[in-house]
């Protein structure tokens, strides 16, 4: 007498399903898998003074970081960053007063973002992936013959 194993059970109903024609496994929701490159940016921007950031849509994780600097001409100035989630209200995410100054925030809910930048100094923004707190810089080097 041969013994079938649980797991044949299983496969032989999974094909027997699919040979009539249904599902083994059914289910109404869809799943979503992110295929975004961990550490690429969602957006990258900069400029000088007040700018509203193209809408671009996030996961259920994400990070914004910001940097600016009022160095020329050298005067403290504000610098306000906020954001709006499409359907929802706008979230001032900092208000800081400086020469420079900078800083991150981990966001926690999906949407439809946009982003508004107010201040007269010069500013980068990024929307990155989950766990992102610095702003890729580029160093050039000069050599002196």
Known sequence: MSVIRPTRLVLLAAIAAGSLGLSACSSNSSTTVSTHPAGVPYLSKSGTGNATLPSVDLPATWTLIWRFNCTNPASRRPFVLTATRSG????????????????????????????????????????????????????????KP
Do not use: R
Request: net charge negative; charged share 5%; with cysteine.
């Open 88 to 143: 929802g209200s706008t979230t001032q995410v900092t208000n800081q007063d400086g020469l420079e100054g900078g800083g991150y925030k981990p966001f926690h809910t999906a949407g439809t973002y946009t982003f508004a930048v107010t201040t007269t100094c010069g500013w980068q923004v990024v929307v990155g992936t989950a766990g992102m707190q610095t702003i890729a810089t580029t160093t050039t080097t000069t050599s």
